[in-house]
């Protein structure tokens, strides 16, 4: 799997659970999916900005995110226990914490790209260097197999009884 593709991923995988399970299936479910949305740490979800399935507009509101002071708390993700909020775009889960992941892919240089609108990036440098580097890590999508093997185990044990 693509590491910029995981938070969109997460997000949408939780949504099909709450669309296709009953309430209290689904809410069983997301709870236990809820322990592994890591990529949505204020720390990683600065790699979405590589994925072509959010638009430009979306892309500008996380590069505004990235402007936003860190919260205290260490990183910033969805806390287990609350639901998430399925209308919150990825830039709220943005701070200054996602520049950091994106200076790591540039050997710790300022990813000027940002500078520019999104529409541009794919013909930007500096852009085209952080992709490939994005392209070259190798992801599990923790979320995705631990939410299968739930709703796997749920469906066989309602065949059984």
């Not at 590589?50 to 708390?73: L, N, Y």
């Amino acid at each position: 799997m693509i590491s910029s593709y995981a938070a969109k991923n997460d997000l949408d995988f939780i949504t099909d659970v709450k669309r296709i399970c009953d309430d209290g299936v689904a809410s069983v479910a997301e709870r236990a999916m809820r322990r592994h949305l890591w990529y949505l740490s204020e720390n990683l979800i600065g790699l979405a900005i590589f994925d072509d399935r959010i638009s430009p507009e979306q892309k500008a509101e996380m590069v505004e995110g990235m402007k936003r002071p860190s919260t205290t708390k260490n990183p910033r993700r969805p806390e287990s226990k609350t639901p998430i909020n399925l209308n919150r775009p990825l830039s709220a889960f943005c701070s200054v914490r996602s520049m950091q992941v994106l200076k790591s892919l540039l050997g710790g240089q300022q990813p000027t790209f940002l500078e520019l609108s999104p529409e541009t990036w794919n013909t930007d440098s500096c852009f085209k260097c952080a992709k490939k580097r994005v392209g070259v890590l190798k992801v599990t999508n923790d979320l995705a197999e631990r939410g299968i093997a739930l709703i796997q185990r749920f469906l066989g044990n309602r065949g059984s009884g």
